[in-house]
């Protein structure tokens, strides 16, 4: 374990200045786009450098096969209802974008932190070194019955026939022996291009994705979906209660998790997810029932503010609490501006990555499961492709205001948005985000993992083209 875990000491970073090679835009697919960033993540068995290129689902298969052995890890339930659910979701197949964008980012930023990341790689180090696992499984309540959360998946069966709550609290004996480590927990090691990535960084990688798709059960109960990424949603199939009590059983371990990272500031700005993307629903809600009444600027900039609270807000903390799990900021403000530029790069891609979706409501595209049959006029949403039509034709005013309720509003608002530059505008938009989060990622020393993240910026665009 030793000899694995001391690779994660300092690696001599280059000169940090922004690239002057221009990258050239591929022609592939955003699929093929996440396929070559996960490529980066893990080196193939035979660890030839031409086997991202021809074997890329390799690297994904590994990497996102670990990313869901370490939630399934953090999400057992002895209420085998609670378990089969909160799990439902993770079982699709997806591009986990979020995750991805942590583990990209912590790669690309490693070591930039100076003294502080001496200070986090030698914590790890001695945390793997002692058998701990890194640290991300041990609670900081000592045990004892006080956090009454028995996850199955890390403490084995609960046991049965004891009367917990019934008889007075005491002080059980220790455990006979100590529980494992998750696989999940071991970093991923060092490479001749880029420094270790540290178990707290993958662990924030998993927290991520369980926040994400707590919000997704949650979004299919409010928007009474029957479809989630191709199969039955979750409220179809186990019902509306199950799937609330199931998103917020996500949450709640989530939370657990976090608090376990042993950073504050990241602590803060994941909490902070969690509520901006409770107050992005609201304003989704007040927005259909309170529309504008015409096309202005306020209107605009409640949609974007939406959007950001709904999507980029998770994009854009995770990747900042991403380098600062790495060491960034932590000493004497080494590398402290790594942290905006981490920042600002998920909240453009975010913001660019929803601008996109929205279009593709317009838009069939079987390879991304986006029907573009108006779902979101269904649900009586106007976004930008809208928004922008609007100005150009008044009649789409009345539709809007009555939430395309009226029969055939939902064919005529299309034909409005097909006859304007809606559809235009809106991917100038997008495109003016992933410009800008290209700027602020190439600030970063050049890496495979910095130019990864680069071509998500440009295919985040491309999936409309």
Known sequence: ???RAVRLGKVARPCLRPSAVAASRPSSAWAAATESAHAVLEPSPSGSSSSSSSDPLYAITAEIGSLKDSLFH???SSHPSLDTVAKYYFGSEGKHVRPLLVLLMSQATNGIGGRGWDGVSAEA???????????????????????????PEMMGPERGGE????????????PAA????????????ATATAPAILPTQRRLASITEMIHVASLLHDDVIDTADVRRGAPSAPSVFGNKLSILSGDFLLGRASVALARLG???????????????????????????????SPNARGFEAYMRKTYLKTASLMAKSARAAVILGGCGQVDGEGAWVKDVAYGYGRNLGIAFQLVDDMLDYTPSAQLGKPGSGADLRLGLATAPALFAWEEHAALGPLILRKFSGAGDVERARAMVADSQGMQRTAALAREFAENARALVERLPQSPARDALVGLTVKVVDRVK
């Open 163 to 174: 009367l917990t709550f019934a008889a007075p609290f005491t002080i059980p004996p220790p």
């Open 1 to 3: 374990m030793l000899s």
């Open 74 to 76: 953090l999400l057992g």
């Open 263 to 293: 950073s504050r500031e990241v602590v803060e700005l994941l909490a902070t997810v969690i509520a901006n993307l409770v107050e992005g629903e609201i304003m989704q809600l007040q927005a259909t029932a309170k529309p504008e009444t």
């Open 125 to 151: 180090v001695r945390q793997l070194s002692a058998g701990a696992g890194g640290g991300i499984d041990d609670a900081l309540t000592a045990a004892g019955g006080v956090l009454n959360d028995w996850n």
């Open 178 to 189: 100590p529980v494992p480590p998750s696989a999940f927990a071991q970093p991923i090691p």
